[in-house]
């Protein structure tokens, strides 16, 4: 069964509204996890790591300011895409544990 | 700079036939080794790791490390249409809980 939840697993929202996207581990603590992008036919960008407790720390080019990430608890992050825009369209996963897992992805249209 | 490298493809191979995937990384501090599958639309799956020089099978898997030469594989025997895929490789520490170096991935197509 699936080790790393995402939820939603897609999810559609008009330009300059904000969206969240939560990760969770399942049966274990995840005091890292990971966030992907990932558009159409191009390899996996990683966006930034999530810390347990602390700041994530974002990937060259990545707006953390855009991108809001909160892991408050070892089960649980979330990502926050923050006034949407149609570039912002793409499929985002998660991944955590060791071996590590993704999660299902979230596709994101924004429209 | 920590890269993994692949051959994007497309790698086309007959069904019913050995199909070989191959990759190269540039860390030589990485231990753990891993490959993923990722059908179009998907998120990436675990198919194997493996943290040894030598072989590791898995069913119709088998990943082969060589820590000398950098160099990891993954060989799929009896090869089905379903696993008409992108391969991802990819390298780290610890299992990759402090996160992974992934490879541009392989597009392998089984040929019915």
């Known amino acids: 069964g699936a080790v790393v939840s995402q939820h939603p697993s897609w999810v559609i929202c008009k330009s300059g509204t904000s969206v969240k996207i939560e990760c969770r581990s399942l049966d274990f603590q995840a005091t890292t996890m990971f966030w992907y992008r990932q558009f159409p036919k191009q390899s996996l960008m990683l966006m930034a790591t999530?810390?347990?407790?602390?700041?994530?720390?974002?990937e060259q080019g990545v707006e953390k300011d855009k991108f809001l990430i909160n892991h408050a608890s070892l089960t649980l992050s979330t990502l926050t895409v923050t006034s949407a825009h149609p570039e912002d369209s793409s499929f985002y996963i998660c991944?955590?544990?060791?071996?590590?897992?993704f999660g299902n992805g979230t596709r994101l249209t924004v429209t | 700079q920590k890269e993994v490298e692949q051959n994007s493809g497309p790698l086309s191979v007959p069904e019913g036939a050995i199909a070989s995937l191959n990759c190269t990384y540039s860390d030589r501090g990485s231990q753990s080794f891993f490959w993923y599958r990722q059908y179009s639309g998907k998120s990436p799956e675990l198919i194997m790791f493996?943290?040894?020089?030598g072989d590791k099978e898995d069913g119709r898997f088998t990943a082969q490390l060589n820590k000398a030469s950098q160099y990891v594989s993954l060989l799929i025997r009896d090869s089905q249409p379903s696993d008409s895929a992108t391969y991802l490789c990819?390298?780290?520490?610890?299992?990759?809980?402090?996160?992974?170096?992934f490879g541009k991935g392989t597009h392998l197509i089984i040929q019915p």
């Open positions: 999530s810390n347990e407790g602390s700041k994530a720390t974002y």
């Open positions: 493996i943290y040894s020089n």
């Open positions: 990819a390298a780290g520490l610890r299992g990759g809980a402090d996160g992974l170096t």
């Open positions: 991944s955590a544990g060791a071996p590590l897992h």
